[in-house]
T-cell receptor, first 112, second 111 residues
């Protein structure tokens, strides 16, 4: 079966613009995670969705970041008013309840 | 709160030599431990994981890791390096939903 997919694979934007990053998890996986990978900070947890429960947003770095998960499947991570420090690879992962997380290929975001 | 320390940001080995990547963790509860590998411009691929039971865990591509509670370690080894093992390796610990990752170790393999 298909793994976790993410789109776009690369995104270049100008400072101050909004961007949306998409994640399609593995079918049947109830949990979905977003992480950010940057040179200075390594791999950082951003947000976690589990079924219909309220998401764990404890890793979001600022209120410019938000995410939603529609219908318990596809998720969109939105970054408003992008800044240069938002440049990073954004990784999505999915899992069954508390099981191994399987990662997508990531979206490389470059803010000019 | 848990944390992960990977000793050595870069490791260089000869083809056919032992690969040893060190990982130490801190956790207030019995941890779930993972090793992931990342090839250039790709996502993270699970190599192996420890949850409970046998402390020596075997993974894909000939890698294995041993959970040592007394040393709070989960070092990754492979007896004989192959050129295709060149990648970045991440140790991670989970206490529930999110993973906390080490800084990563980049492995280069010399012919």
């Amino acid at each position: 079966g298909a793994g976790v997919s993410q789109s776009p694979s690369n995104k270049v934007t100008e400072k101050g613009k909004d961007v949306e990053l998409r994640c399609d998890p593995i079918s049947g996986h109830t949990a979905l995670y977003w992480y950010r990978q940057s040179l200075g900070q390594g791999l950082e947890f951003l947000i976690y969705f589990q079924g219909n429960s309220a998401p764990d947003k404890s890793g979001l770095p600022s209120d410019r970041f938000s995410a939603e998960r529609t219908g318990g499947s596809v998720s969109t991570l939105t970054i408003q008013r992008t800044q240069q420090e938002d440049s990073a690879v954004y990784l999505c992962a999915s899992s069954t309840f508390t099981d191994t997380q399987y990662f997508g290929p990531g979206t490389r975001l470059t803010v000019l | 709160a848990q944390s992960v320390t990977q000793l050595g940001s870069h490791v260089s080995v000869s083809e056919g030599a032992l690969v040893l990547l060190r990982c130490n963790y801190s956790s207030s509860v019995p941890p779930y431990l993972f090793w992931y590998v990342q090839y250039p411009n790709q996502g993270l691929q699970l190599l192996l994981k420890y949850t409970t039971g046998a402390t020596l865990v075997k993974g894909i591509n000939g890698f294995e890791a041993e959970f040592k509670k007394s040393e709070t370690s989960f070092h990754l080894t492979k007896p004989s390096a192959h050129m295709s093992d060149a990648a970045e390796y991440f140790c991670a610990v989970s206490e529930g939903s999110q993973l906390s990752f080490g800084a990563g170790t980049t492995v280069t393999v010399r012919a």
